[in-house]
Each structure stands twice: as C-alpha cells, then as structure tokens.
C-alpha cells in the first residue's frame, strides 16, 4: 500500500465534486443508531500551517485544515484537507504536490467519504471511495470491499486519534483500529511512547509521544520510527513530526495555528 508523503508527514496517522454527490442512502433510524465519540480537540476553522524538512532541508509546506461542515445521511461531518507541496527550490529534486481530502462524521468520527490525489516525481495516484457504515462497504475507484464497522481512512485515522485519552497510559501501551486503503483493511496500531517538552515556531509546548506501528512501502518507506509530539491537553494539535526514510530523514514542525477553539493548555510560551 502506498499513502505518498503522506505516510511520512502524517503518521510519521471536499471529494471531487462529481463524487461528492450525497450518493449514499441510510435510513433515518439506522443513521441514528451510529455511534457518538467525544470531541473536544478541533472545530472547523481549524487550520494547522506545518515546516517540512528533508535532511535539514526546507523541503515543503504542508497545511491541516477543517475546512467547513457537510450533512451526509443526515448527519453534520467534518469536511478535512490535509495538502503537501514542495518548496520551488526542492522541486527540482522532487515536485511533490498532495491533496487529501475526507468527510468526517461529526459525532461518531468515522469517514464517509475520501479522496486522494498524489503527485510525487513521476509517480501520480488518484484514489476515491465512499464508505457505507451501515452495511460495511467501501464503494471505491478499485471496485467494492467489505469492511469492518468505523473503519478509518488513513486521515480520519489521525483526527480519531487526536480525540484518544492517553491519560493514565503506560509507555508502550497501544491502541488498535481498523484502516482502509485502495483494496484492503489493515490494523493500525498507535503506540504511546512518553512526553516531552518540544520547541518550534509556533511556541513551546508540553507534549505527549505517539508512535504509529506502519508498514510502507515506496520512496518514503519508515526505516525507523516514526514519531509524532501532540499538545499534552485536550486539543492533541499535532506539534512536530520525525521519521527516517530510504533517502535521508523528514521532520515537520508546526509554524502556525489559527481557529483553534480556546486555549492550547500545553502551551509553555
């Protein structure tokens, strides 16, 4: 499976519209039997501008937004954006020019939609797919798969995770979900890994460590761990990112932050 540099920046964890259609159809008593998840990490209008670096390289830009509210099957849903483009200086070594884009249930934080468009060098891949929860299928550009109930796309992933509680956790300690790609399910596992105190552009800030357990292939495959710092509070905002990769290393840091509802707590300057 190949998620491009998204796998690196991300968990180093608006469709087309002629897609984006509300194609799928669930009954008023079954959308209401779905699950509801606690959120108090993010809103819409949050948008999260992040520093790419490749080998103490200014290698990019990289940009989080929740970027407004759709009603799918009833039921209010994140509309999220996560781009990667490369800076015009690094891109005449590698042009990388990311899209990804999934609509969130509001309440029970599971995809309904996501699609992907990836420009990296010579390579390109567009994926789409449609999940219906109700009766477990992802209707995608590869054809129709079962899938097992809230599976995540490998965005929806992060922003799950970001709402986890991890007070109380043991390092080392994980937490297990179900994700979808292309034409296969996998089981991601998010590893606690400690906390931290972490430096960047946009301030200081008391973090905790999670650690994604991915198996990659391609250019940007892990071949170390792979490290993301979270605001140690109820806002988990993702801080700074640390991966090794087959051509050198990527780290991400966090320039700025906008419509973040209330105050970052592990905020320290």
């Not at 590698?94 to 969130?104: A, C, K």
């Not at 309440?107 to 990836?118: A, E, H, N, T, V």
């Not at 060098?121 to 109930?149: H, L, S, V, Y």
Request: with cysteine; hydrophobic share 40%.
């Amino acid at each position: 499976m190949k998620h491009g540099l998204l796998t690196a920046f991300l968990w180093v964890a608006a469709c087309d519209p002629s897609f984006a259609q509300d194609s799928l159809s669930i009954s008023a008593n079954a959308a209401a039997e779905l699950r509801s998840v606690q959120n108090s990490s993010f809103v819409v209008g949050e948008r999260l501008l992040f520093d790419v670096g490749f080998s103490f390289i200014k290698a990019g830009d990289a940009v989080f937004e929740v970027a407004g509210i759709d009603t799918v099957n009833q039921r209010p849903s994140y509309r999220i954006i996560f781009t990667v483009n490369s800076t015009p200086s690094f891109s005449w070594i590698y042009r990388v020019e990311d899209r990804y884009e999934t609509v969130v249930d509001a309440r029970g934080l599971f995809p309904w939609r996501f699609s992907q468009k990836i420009r990296e060098g010579k390579f390109t891949r567009d994926f789409e797919a449609e999940f219906d929860q109700i009766n477990n299928i992802a209707r995608t550009t590869e054809g129709d798969f079962p899938i097992p109930p809230y599976v995540q796309d490998i965005v929806s992933a992060f922003y799950f995770t970001r709402t986890v509680d991890f007070t109380g956790f043991s390092v080392g300690q994980r937490i297990t979900f179900q994700n979808f790609y292309k034409d296969t399910t996998y089981t991601l596992q998010v590893k606690y890994a400690g906390r931290q105190q972490v430096t960047v552009k946009a301030g200081t800030f008391n973090c905790l460590i999670i650690e994604p357990m991915i198996r990659e292939g391609g250019l940007f495959k892990s071949e170390g761990r792979v490290l993301i710092w979270m605001t140690d509070d109820e806002k988990k905002i993702p801080v700074k990112v640390s991966t090794k990769v087959v051509v050198g290393s990527i780290e991400a840091e966090l320039r700025e932050y906008l419509g973040v509802d209330g105050p970052i707590r592990a905020k320290v300057k």
